[in-house]
């Protein structure tokens, strides 16, 4: 019975000293052992933002078309008359006052050819530099025809042309010229003044 009862004490003994662990050699041993978990990889809460892009240009401001009943029309008040007239009478009249020098053809002074000679000559149209020269241009009208811009003569010396004028205003028995005469320079005067009603001799209509 001893040898028999030595062997079964060596067996409980054996079993009882035999290790229960479990060597893990692997990941894929662990999660069927059930002691490894695999992280749960968690997807970030943080949403990316979408790109605006923004046109650095910026759109030109629009402007505002003036209406036709804004816009302010400028009309010529021409009477018949063309619109180099006008300039030309507005251009006279800004010598009145100045005095009378024979031969002058400046504003430091003019005779009377030489006043039409100057104005004249500022829209680029040569005059003769003498009255009865001037008084060979153009076409002879009536007195009573007569129109803003024609040249008016008169024989102030008794013989000959010798003073010219430039008409200015017509009324319905008046009209009105600029000169240059020898008393008080650069004027404007009647035809109805005795003097220039006694020597007057034509109007020449030198513009069309």
Not at 10 to 36: D, E, H, M, R, W
Not at 88 to 114: H, M, Q, W
């Amino acid at each position: 019975m001893k040898p028999i009862l030595t062997l079964f004490l060596i067996f409980l003994l054996f079993t009882a000293c035999k290790p229960t662990s479990v060597i893990i050699t692997s990941k894929k041993t662990a999660q069927n052992k059930g002691v490894y978990v695999a992280p749960v990889t968690k997807k970030s809460s943080v949403k990316k933002e979408k790109l605006v892009q923004t046109d650095s240009k910026k759109t030109p401001t629009k402007k505002t078309k003036i209406s036709d009943t804004e816009a302010t029309d400028y009309e010529l008040n021409t009477d018949s008359t063309s619109y180099l007239v006008e300039q030309l009478i507005l251009a006279a009249k800004e010598n009145i006052g100045v005095r009378y020098r024979s031969g002058g053809i400046t504003p430091e002074g003019f005779d009377c050819s030489g006043l039409m000679y100057n104005i004249f000559d500022l829209y680029h149209i040569k005059l003769p530099h003498s009255s009865s020269d001037q008084a060979k241009l153009g076409q002879v009208v009536a007195l009573e025809n007569a129109k803003k811009g024609d040249l008016i003569f008169f024989k102030t010396n008794g013989r000959q042309i010798s003073h010219v004028g430039m008409v200015v205003e017509i009324t319905n028995d008046d009209i009105k010229f600029i000169h240059s005469s020898t008393s008080s320079g650069v004027i404007i005067s009647s035809t109805n003044e005795g003097y220039y009603k006694r020597t007057f001799v034509q109007v020449n209509r030198v513009l069309e």
